[in-house]
């Protein structure tokens, strides 16, 4: 009996999700495709491409709500046709028949988290690159720390390659520069910066006159900063970067290693990971104030306000997330107390379910 339950209530709510959901994305795209209509390309495939990257880019944003506007049509659907009221009369409690809406919104959420730790994360950035007329403009006078060097890029792009690159080496003291590093032109390769016709200058540990002066040497490849990906630097250029999960938690190792300040890529990685967790929570919430007969309340009043509070609750998330993102506040303060606030909020409405 339970499982035909689930199967009951899962087929309606996976229905108007399907719906929702693609209709939510084709609006996005169409809006979304307006700004690049003047640019776009004569070939089909691209154009096909573009509408299928900002479609998954467009996930963000429409997967969660359409999680939430779903559970709240079906819902009322049931209760119109008095099928909710049914199911009750025939011993179900409300947390059964919230069950399969709780289940299949957590699965969901899982498969959109494991597809922000593949290239799907990187949607946007494709789409950018497509039609966007400043989408191949480099990152400039970038200054970062790696281990005991301080590097300079005079610009880096899309492809990996950097121009007008500077490696100041400092001793373990970090006070002293042991050696200056130049070059014109690197690219990223094989885990390594290689830099192309570099020369390099070591520093006299004496200064005394008549001591050995400045060790000049040329490169025409010289590898430098092992490990230290591209990506990585997305995340101190970009205000609000484009990162799966897996790079950000190997940003994140890096910056612990450096001793960085790692505030905005843990809002990223709470962006990718916390928020969207947060639907299952909302669903609790409105289960609650479900009436069990549609005489019982105004169900149009009722989905109505049901929309609104998904929408503020998503919209508040995603907020306090993208402020967190930019440094406007920690992280943790924007993202981890909300959703520990709304898990606790939810977890009561859970335990008095059945006695409303």
Known sequence: ?????????AHYYLRYFVVIFLALGLFFVSIDSLQYIDNFA???NLLILFFVYDFLYAMNFTLPISLLL???ICYLFLIKTNQYTALLALGYSKRALLRPVLWLSLLISCIHIGLNATPFAYAQEKVEKFFAKDSSAPTTDLFVKYNSDYVYFGSINLVRQASTIRVFGLDSSGQNLTRFTQAKNAAFEDEHWILYNAFTQDMPNLWDLGSKGLDVKTFAKLPILKDFNPKVLDSFSQAKPSISIVDALQSLQLLKEQKIGSEKIRAVLYALIIVPLFVPFVAIIITYYIPSLARY???YLLGFLFIVFALLVWGSFFSLS???ITGVILPEVGVLVPFALLVCVACGYYT?????
């Open 1 to 9: 009996m339970r499982i035909r339950l689930f199967l009951f209530i």
């Open 42 to 44: 004569d070939s089909a």
């Open 70 to 72: 779903a559970m709240a």
């Open 297 to 299: 309340g105004n169900l």
């Open 322 to 324: 993208q402020f967190s």
């Open 352 to 356: 008095i379910l059945n006695k409303k």
